[in-house]
């Protein structure tokens, strides 16, 4: 249940060399931060999901952030001591998001990177972006430094690589805003035939988001026949639980999958979660939109347990495998480990990015919003399921050449474990 990552703040360059310097931000009134302060640590205080805040001492924090308050004179900094702040607490989904006219939301080249031992390499290029018809390509190896890519949407980065033949480029290239908002409905899939008998299934499903439950169905009916079946969530950055509609058709007779925790539930629980406590809780079936999640929550205490479904004659008893990596998260995280205790699918590739709690926005003033971990999940048997990350089982490690070859180490994997398998 992802919600975008914390934002990144760099210097901007200017687009046109003619063009007059822009003024800097006024410095604000003292007293505009002060409230706007108070609103980011009250509204953290009351809705943040442990009622222990993981261990750390929240007012004592606030109090030594609050005390810096005098050296924050403009919206970046704000953004900045706060962003301090909330990280103290070391929970995901949990972020300060400042107005849009601010220069700290600046974005980026409309291109995304894969890191190899501190290289950037590129690892896709979105196709309406000047990255794009500027030439730069999947594999190019980034020369320049990476924060000076971002800046305000319009402005230009000065952007150096080193092409996959060797060749050094230097380029100006346009600020673009791309892949946030994800494309939608971020589910791909298809079938080949890999002998006269015999064909593997692919779905790629970049977000669980609402609405996803009956692509999931489509994507199954048309994949039912197949006999082994990939499922790639590499670059899924979360959603809601839906996945659990895609885990039902694996997993047999209903059970719980995961429980939602909050603040009012864990308070009069009044202990560590355990199995116990898991089984106890509400149960809720075919949930799968982010307000019936919430609701499911809401009207129950604050806590719910999410069931899987027992789809009988319509499971896929076939060979999975799931493939995970690095840019795999929130929900994304949640359904690779429930895939992993629930089903036999194997998860081949790269332990995921370790972000999975359920967050809420909430509206400050002047435009500013705050992201919060409104509840924590736990598995079946009581596992907290807080920012772990989930390893695969099979790890899969990748070359920089791979991108500029067009190999795909995880699929090849994936591939040979199916070939395995359906062939005995």
């Given at each position: 249940m992802r919600i975008v990552s914390g934002l990144v703040v760099a210097g901007l360059l200017m687009a046109l060399p003619a063009r007059a310097a822009e003024p800097a931000p006024a410095p604000q009134p003292a007293s505009k931060y002060a409230k706007l302060f108070e609103s980011v640590w009250s509204t953290t205080n009351k809705n943040f999901y442990d009622p222990h805040f993981l261990g750390h001492d929240w007012k004592a924090i606030g109090a030594r952030y609050r005390a810096r308050l005098g050296s924050v004179h403009t919206d970046e900094e704000f953004a900045r001591l706060t962003g301090q702040m909330l990280d103290e607490l070391g929970a995901s989904h949990l972020y300060i998001v400042p107005p849009h006219s601010s220069a700290a939301s600046g974005v980026g080249i409309g291109v995304q990177f894969r890191d190899f031992s501190g290289v950037s390499i590129v690892s896709d290029v979105d196709p309406l972006s000047d990255a794009?018809?500027?030439?730069?390509?999947?594999?190019?190896?980034?020369?320049?430094?990476?924060?000076?890519?971002?800046?305000?949407?319009?402005?230009?980065?000065?952007?150096?690589?080193?092409?996959?033949?060797?060749?050094?480029?230097?380029?100006?290239?346009?600020?673009?805003?791309?892949?946030?908002?994800?494309v939608h409905p971020g589910f791909a899939w298809h079938?080949?035939?890999?002998?006269?008998?015999?064909?593997?299934?692919?779905?790629?499903?970049?977000?669980?988001?609402?609405?996803?439950?009956?692509?999931?169905?489509?994507?199954?009916?048309?994949?039912?026949?197949?006999?082994?079946?990939?499922?790639?969530?590499?670059?899924?950055?979360?959603?809601?639980?839906?996945?659990?509609?895609?885990?039902?058709?694996?997993?047999?007779?209903?059970?719980?999958?995961?429980?939602?925790?909050?603040?009012?539930?864990l308070e009069k629980l009044g202990h560590p979660v355990t199995a116990a406590d898991v089984r106890a809780a509400p149960k809720v079936i075919g949930a799968y939109t982010t307000p019936q999640v919430f609701e499911a929550v809401s009207k129950n205490g604050g806590g719910a347990a999410f069931m899987t479904e027992n789809l009988h004659d319509k499971e896929y008893t076939k060979p999975v495998v799931v493939l995970i990596g690095g840019d795999t998260g929130s929900a994304a995280e949640g359904f690779a480990a429930m895939m992993h205790r629930m089903t036999t699918a194997k998860l081949v590739g790269r332990e995921t990015e370790g972000a999975l709690l359920s967050s809420e926005h909430f509206d400050l003033s002047d435009g500013w919003q705050l992201v919060v971990p409104v509840s924590g999940l736990w598995a079946a048997d009581g596992t907290d399921y807080r920012d772990r990350p989930t390893p695969p089982d099979i790890n899969v490690t990748w070359k920089p050449g791979d991108l500029c070859s067009g190999r795909d180490p995880d699929i090849e994997k994936a591939k040979a474990l199916l070939n395995l398998t359906t062939t005995q």
């Open positions: 794009r018809a500027k030439g730069i390509k999947i594999g190019d190896r980034l020369l320049s430094p990476a924060k000076a890519l971002r800046g305000a949407p319009g402005t230009m980065a000065d952007v150096k690589l080193k092409t996959c033949t060797g060749a050094v480029r230097t380029l100006k290239v346009v600020r673009e805003g791309a892949y946030w908002p994800p079938a080949v035939r890999v002998g006269p008998d015999r064909s593997i299934g692919y779905l790629r499903i970049d977000r669980f988001d609402d609405g996803a439950a009956p692509l999931i169905d489509q994507a199954m009916e048309e994949l039912k026949d197949t006999d082994g079946l990939i499922i790639d969530v590499r670059e899924n950055s979360g959603g809601n639980f839906s996945a659990a509609r895609l885990i039902s058709y694996f997993s047999g007779p209903s059970q719980i999958a995961i429980a939602l925790f909050s603040r009012p539930y």
